[in-house]
Nanobody, 118 residues
């Protein structure tokens, strides 16, 4: 059973930074792609950023230039570096992943809360 565990959430002021990590219980190379999603209060979950096994990245328009997704295959960890945070970045952030033949939403973490407020 693949497990994903997020960490690094918390509170930041507008313009500040936070770094989220997602640790997988299995070796990273088993994943075709991993991603970060978020769900703001009263809104649907949205995709924030993805990274493939080859390192190709993709971002939601709302976070381009501010967020960076990266991976450390040796540590089976995916990181989301969030800079220039805005209040609208507030929400619960979830890590997900999928292996060969699976969608990126095959496995999910429990989520970590991010609050951006002055």
């Amino acid at each position: 059973q693949v497990q994903l565990v997020e960490s690094g959430g918390g509170t930041a002021q507008p313009g500040g930074s936070l770094r989220l990590s997602c640790a997988a219980s299995t070796r990273f190379f088993m994943f075709n792609a991993m991603g970060w999603h978020r769900q703001a209060p009263g809104k649907e979950r949205e995709l924030v950023a993805t990274i493939t096994r080859s390192g190709r990245t993709n971002y939601a328009e709302s976070v381009k230039g501010r967020f960076t997704i990266s991976r450390d295959g040796a540590k089976s960890t995916v990181v989301l570096q969030m800079n220039s945070l805005k209040p609208e970045d507030t929400g619960v952030y979830y890590c997900s992943g999928g292996g060969p033949g699976e969608g990126i939403g095959a496995y999910w973490g429990q989520g970590t809360r991010v609050t951006v407020s002055s």
